[in-house]
């Protein structure tokens, strides 16, 4: 059973940034061949994909993070980031980190919530104009 544990969420002004952490666990298998994401849910809101990260490193972004979120993850230390600049308040949101290990055609499905077996607790990240 992977373990997930999220952390680095906090209340920031609009224009600035943060830098989420997820610390894995548990896992059965190497956790570098588990496919990670970020995902985020505000209030009344699904939950929406935010970044995805492969084995090998390659990385997907939702269209509404581009150019200012970027996933990456240290295999070493079994933690995945998600470094967050120009943060607006439409960012607001619990952030959660996901893991699967059948990462087959996660190109089309990696921002896809129901394909993830395993989630954290969240982050809260809180972002004001």
């Known amino acids: 059973q992977v373990h997930l544990v999220e952390s680095g969420g906090g209340s920031v002004q609009a224009g600035g940034s943060l830098r989420l952490s997820c610390a894995a666990s548990?896992?059965?298998?190497?956790?570098?061949?588990?496919?990670m994401a970020w995902f985020r849910q505000a209030p009344e809101e699904e939950r929406e994909g935010v970044a995805y990260i492969e084995i090998n490193g390659s990385a997907r972004n939702a269209d509404s993070v581009k150019g200012r979120f970027t996933i990456s993850r240290d295999n070493a230390k079994n933690i995945l980031y998600l470094q967050m600049n120009s943060l607006k308040p439409e960012d607001t949101a619990m952030y959660y980190c996901?893991?699967?290990?059948?990462?087959?055609?996660?190109?089309?499905?990696?921002?896809?919530?129901?394909?993830?077996?395993?989630w954290g607790q969240g982050t809260q990240v809180t972002v004001s104009s």
């Open positions: 996901a893991a699967t290990l059948d990462c087959s055609g996660v190109y089309w499905w990696g921002l896809t919530s129901a394909h993830y077996n395993y």
């Open positions: 548990g896992y059965t298998y190497t956790y570098s061949k588990y496919c």
